[in-house]
């Protein structure tokens, strides 16, 4: 079984400059989550999918950050303009079910972001 | 906002010692799962207990939960060089979204 596929592995951009992420769930997966992870702390949840409609984008700077997933099943994340807090690691998850009776997580191996 | 707390923050062991980390949470959950994180690399599943269990084990590992406390613990029994990472806590609140909330973990050390 394939696992979550992310892209690029790596970004380094200037600030105000726009960047895009790109996550490819597990077949089948109806949520999907992108996090947020800044060097020595643990993921912090941007925003949730379930299928391709948003369940949870609270803690999503809307300002900057958008997200999108289309069809249901990939999904892109966005930041523009970049600011220098956004360096961090970019985790996308995929999970089986919906709501409480979702289970574990599958996490892709990240998209690090350094913004200069 | 984090849910989960880790303590440690870091520990450090020899090889074939345990290791144990505890993790604290503030509101009533679902379920509460722990993963691994090695270092550059996504976060694996370990384990998930939920709200009505009180202890699992896989392998070498052993979770407890007390609900009464809000507290989880993590054993790692005999552990091993190939056991050094992150390992982080995780809540799934019983709300609808079934959100899932992530401490701050506990670097783990494991020296040959």
């Known amino acids: 079984e394939a696992g979550v596929a992310q892209s690029p592995r790596y970004k380094i951009i200037e600030k105000r400059q726009s960047v895009a992420f790109w996550c490819n769930p597990i077949?089948?997966?109806?949520?999907l989550y992108w996090y947020q992870q800044i060097l020595g702390q643990g993921p912090k949840l941007l925003i949730q999918?379930?299928?391709?409609?948003?369940v949870d984008d609270s803690q999503l700077p809307k300002d900057r950050f958008s997200a999108e997933r289309l069809k249901g099943v990939d999904s892109t994340l966005k930041i523009q303009p970049a600011k220098l807090e956004d360096s961090a690691v970019y985790l996308c998850a995929s999970s089986w079910g919906q709501g409480t009776n979702t289970g574990e997580l599958f996490f892709g191996e990240g998209s690090r972001l350094t913004v200069l | 906002s984090q849910q989960g707390e880790e303590d440690p923050q870091a520990l450090s062991i020899q090889e074939g010692e345990n290791a144990t980390m505890n993790c604290s949470y503030k509101t009533s959950i679902n379920n509460l799962q722990w993963y691994r994180q090695n270092s550059g690399r996504g976060l694996v599943h370990l384990i998930l207990?939920?709200?009505?269990?009180r202890e699992k084990h896989s392998g070498r590992l052993r979770v407890t939960l007390d609900t009464s406390k809000k507290s989880s613990s993590l054993l790692i029994t005999a552990s091993r060089a190939a056991d050094t990472a992150s390992y982080f806590c995780?809540?799934?609140?019983?709300?609808?979204?079934?959100?899932?909330?992530f401490g701050q973990g506990t670097t783990l050390q494991v020296k040959p």
């Open positions: 995780a809540t799934r609140g019983s709300s609808n979204t079934g959100k899932l909330i």
């Open positions: 207990i939920r709200s009505n269990e």
């Open positions: 077949s089948g997966h109806a949520t």
């Open positions: 999918f379930q299928n391709n409609g948003v």
